[in-house]
């Protein structure tokens, strides 16, 4: 057990002068006071024998138990707090209908490319402790899954939920990328950062990337870009060119005007590799150790302190 203020003990003394301060008066009152007055100061002493000890020793438990409670008694918590880091992050994933191409493995079986997307980015999303993260999800449009929070898992569990074809099966990247812009645009972090992902080209919405760009770095947020796509064909519609519309050229540009940088992802190590560098672009430069979490063990000896004054009130009036 630890004390949040250990400076209020010094007050502990303090009766003791109260007592010297009454005595002294008490005998100035004897030259020449009222008689009223000079029986409130001798009131104590009229109390003989064991009542008067257990009055006394409950007075100063009392007391003791009064300045416990103003150094504000605490231990250690075993849950423990991330400090917030000052940093903002949004990550936008494409739910485009090419998502759904098989064409990418995860832990040795053929898998779509959004599942692979979501194992990905939840374990970068569940490694950014301390940081406001927010969730953008777009196809022919974007909105916001999960506003800027400290709430990691919450996010985590909006892009788990994510499907192919809710909102739509075309590809809005600049439409996406200026929403994202939004969700940052009121933070006060001092870094803040977009991570972008994509498998198609931009054949809907309204903004141009290359505009959300711009907006992008106009106003200090990076902008990382992947390109996701297999070169491996696969024995279904589109094996013959299975990353055939996947426009590199667009997310490059974005990336280089707001300050990110461009990957390209052929598999599900290249993309869980790419995550993992992102990871340390965007980590703060200096660490701050975990806030640990003070339990406030106040309320005992306020308890303790309520039952004492109950015994002493029952004691003054039983002798009354």
């Known amino acids: 057990m630890s004390f949040l203020w250990p400076w209020v003990f010094l007050l502990l003394p303090l009766p003791f002068w109260f007592e010297f301060h009454r005595t002294w008066l008490s005998q100035a009152a004897a030259i020449d006071v009222s008689p009223r007055l000079a029986s409130a100061l001798n009131q104590v002493s009229q109390r003989t024998g064991w009542r008067l000890d257990i009055d006394k020793a409950l007075a100063w438990l009392i007391w003791i138990l009064l300045l416990i409670a103003l150094a504000q008694p605490g231990k250690p918590n075993q849950a423990t707090v991330q400090p917030a880091s000052g940093r903002a992050l949004s990550v936008v994933i494409d739910l485009s209908g090419s998502m759904e191409r098989e064409d990418f493995e995860w832990q040795g079986e053929v898998s779509n490319r959004l599942d692979v997307v979501k194992q990905a980015a939840n374990q970068f999303i569940g490694a950014r402790g301390g940081d406001r993260v927010s969730l953008v999800l777009f196809a022919s449009e974007a909105y916001v899954a999960a506003p800027l929070t400290f709430d990691l898992k919450a996010v985590q569990h909006q892009l788990s939920a994510a499907g192919i074809g809710m909102a739509g099966r075309s590809t809005g ?148």
């Open 173 to 320: 990247i600049g439409d996406a990328l200026g929403l994202a812009i939004q969700t940052l645009r009121d933070d006060p972090s001092s870094e803040k950062a977009i991570v972008l992902l994509s498998d198609g080209t931009n054949n809907a919405g309204a903004v141009e990337p290359e505009s959300a760009a711009e907006l992008a770095a106009e106003r200090g947020v990076r902008v990382h870009t992947i390109a996701l796509g297999s070169d491996q064909e696969r024995a279904d519609a589109f094996s013959m060119a299975p990353s055939a519309d996947l426009d590199e050229e667009t997310l490059m540009r974005i990336a280089d005007s707001a300050q990110g940088q461009f990957f390209r992802a052929k598999t599900s190590a290249d993309l869980t590799q790419i995550y993992a560098i992102i990871d340390e672009l965007e980590t703060a430069e200096v660490d701050t150790p975990p806030i640990v979490v003070r339990r406030d063990l106040r309320h005992w000896p306020l308890l303790l302190l309520l039952g004492c004054l109950l015994i002493r009130t029952a004691m003054r009036r039983g002798q009354a």
